[in-house]
Nanobody
């Protein structure tokens, strides 16, 4: 069993910062790409940022220059540093990872989601 557990969401004022964390646990052989998605009410889930196993990154245009994705392979953890937050960043943020469990093949895994609310 592989689990992704997110933390770090909350309420923040416009212009503020938050750092999200997502730790993968279980019987893991290796982890490929990891990423963060978000879903606002009434909208489709969208990619926010992604990072490969060799730390190549890509970002949605709406967050470039404000958000930074990083990972700690030793801890099987991915982070999302969010700065200069805007009300339109309000959404449930989901962690995603391409994981190869021990004795199995790669599969797509999702966290349970963490709420980020940007409001004054």
């Amino acid at each position: 069993q592989v689990q992704l557990v997110e933390s770090g969401g909350g309420l923040v004022q416009p212009g503020g910062s938050l750092r999200l964390s997502c730790a993968a646990s279980g019987s893991i052989f290796s982890i490929g790409a990891m990423g963060w998605y978000r879903q606002a009410p009434g909208k489709q889930r969208e990619l926010v940022a992604a990072i490969t196993s060799v730390a190549s990154t890509n970002y949605a245009d709406s967050v470039k220059g404000r958000f930074t994705i990083s990972r700690d392979n030793a801890k099987n953890t991915v982070y999302l540093q969010m700065n200069s937050l805007k009300p339109e960043d309000t959404a449930v943020y989901y962690c995603n990872a391409w994981v190869r469990p021990s004795g199995s093949s790669y599969s797509d895994y999702w966290g349970q989601g963490t709420q980020v609310t940007v409001s004054s």
